[in-house]
């Protein structure tokens, strides 16, 4: 099962390492991991998203948590959440199937940000459900390149997910 | 008055209490010799890296304290990494210190020039590398804080040369502030009244202490349970001496080379009570069988360690002497004991650990012989193989902080560098190292340390001209394919005169006790006594990896 794992870290050299490493040391599988500065500078976010059972599961949430410049690790996949990934898809296109193409860009309002002679490079934006939708109606096309960002999460309402507030 | 990053990081030693560094000097860490030159900080000058580690693992081990090394850049600072992964493994805390090539050289592969923070991150608790003088003072804080709070461990710091340079200020900190790191140290309140309930419903309940029952400074008050509740006890290799093994309750070490009669109580027990401990391979055996009728108490300060190895039934997270006390207060005494203690003491009676006397030197006579020598009260180390197992069994351990051994790395060559800081934190103390002949010749040279600071250690070789622990498992499970296994050594009496201590050998039985004696008598210098002892000798018992006890091995 897929699990999202945001984590607060201290915005350190080498924090990246040690979760990472954490991760091949115990064997733990990474479906996509994201990082970047948070409001307060000092601090920066990883969403990770993970394909393990809840034993281990618990056991990547506890050795995430004994990191010592981890300050804090949440599970929220049960929780109500917004999430978003961006995707670049290059995608052969030659002219008798450019038009339809543009029609499934347009159902799942991405763009088409470039042409090349045979090919559309197209950007979506989504959660999971649409990025994987779109992903597979652009396949029958032959997709010649995929680069994606990884998940990004938030908890949806005043929830927080911050050093100050709450688990 | 601006100081350098040298002066600096030496004042902040002294702000800690430091007593005692092991190192070794060289060019990146010449700033910090200087300023050692003159402090009142006591170096020891370690002939091997490596040395320094073990001496400052040893002088944790023995103190409770943190051990203190240091080493220059490149090789001196990947010398010290079979040390730190030693300590890492056993929960020992420790702080070492590493030059580092000037900030503007790192990463063009400069003389000497090794990424020991990359090489250490999975082998350290945390490690820092530091780029701004002023940020020293708060590193040296945070990484004493670190080592010796929560689970103990070793900490790295990384000094780049200009680093060491660079004047600033100093000003350090009172305390360090960690947001990320917040040990949990009072157990729950409602799993202690679960456990509580479920020791005095047990009907044949065992404890299982190990390691961070010692570094928890826990012995009182798990006596005090035990005997309250009338539990008996096993301790994991790293718990040996946090039980007396001399108490009734006392059921020795479990595990692979553990007692019978420990490892049938573990086997039979409704309740099992696991202190500080984190149910490693060579105590499971076969984790999936280990237990098998009973439900288990953890208590562990390291939330990691609940449910890593062994599903357990009760966790409880916390400072493990702190959690017994509240536990003590609260458990009732049990009421029917008699049935479970008269068959813990028909095992004790049946299954006793033992050995044949057939005219040569068993290793076994030799630990019992260091035992009533020395009155049972000397700090033991010991070297890796079946010398470390022998000591572990033959030896009655009745104080923590007396059993020096590696246990989770298992690094032959610890044990001789262990005894010296351990006699360097406890002079007044009797210090032996257990030794086998493989593992001495991996760190003889810190012999010439023990010479040259007078240390009145004492080594004691069962030399078996055997990998021995290698030589017993390929008779076993290699049909006595012995590849390798059988080594030779130098003429050892000549190599303890050569380093300046004194050496003996000894080849008869009758004849131990004498020499050992003769040993109890030098105060001034290190003592090793070769002891040629029955090649052939196995460690039993043994249950072999992935078995059960039903697949136990005797002699
Ligand atoms: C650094 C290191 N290398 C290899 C081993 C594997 N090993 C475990 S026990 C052992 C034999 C130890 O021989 P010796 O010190 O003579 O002790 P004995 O078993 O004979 O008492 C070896 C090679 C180890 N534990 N550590
Ligand atoms: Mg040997």
Redesign the pocket.
Known sequence: MFRTLTVLVENNPGVLTRVASLFSRRGYNIDSLAVGQTENPSISRMTIVVEEGDKVIEQVTKQLHKLIDVIKVSDITEEEYVDRELILIKTDADPSVRGEIMQIVEIFRARIVDIGQNTLTIEATGDEGKIRAIIEALRPFRIRELVRTGKIAMLRGSRFNTVENGN | MKQSGAQILIKCLEEEKVRAIFGYPGGAVLDIYDALYDSSLKHFLVRHEQGAAHAADGYARATGKPGVCLATSGPGATNLV?GLANAYMDSIPMVAFTGQVATHMIGRDSFQEADIYGITLPITKHNFLVKDVKELPRVVKESFHLATTGRPGPVLIDLPKDVCQEKTDLKYPKVSQLRGYRPVLDGHPEKISEAAAAITGARRPVICAGGGAISSGSSEVLRQLAELCAIPVTTTLMGKGVFPENHPLSLGMLGMHGTKYANYAVNECDLLITIGARFSDRVTVRADAFAPKARIIHIDIDPAEIGKNVQVDIPIVGDVKRVLEQLCQVVQARTETEEWSAKIREWKDKYPLRYHHNGKIK?QFVIEQIYEVTGGNAIIAT??????M?AAQFYTFTKPRTFISSGGL????FGLPAAIGAQIGRPGETVFNI??????Q?NIQELATAADYKLPLKVAI???N???????WQDIFYNGRLAY?D?SGPDYVKLAEAYGAVGMQVTRPEDVRRALQKAMQVEDRPVLIDFLVDRKENVFPMIPPEGTISKMLEE
């Open positions: 079979t290793p070297e890796v193989g079946q010398n470390q022998w298992g690094t032959m060559g030794a086998g002949d493989g593992s001495i991996m069962l030399n078996n055997y990998l021995g622990m290698v030589r017993q296994s080594i």
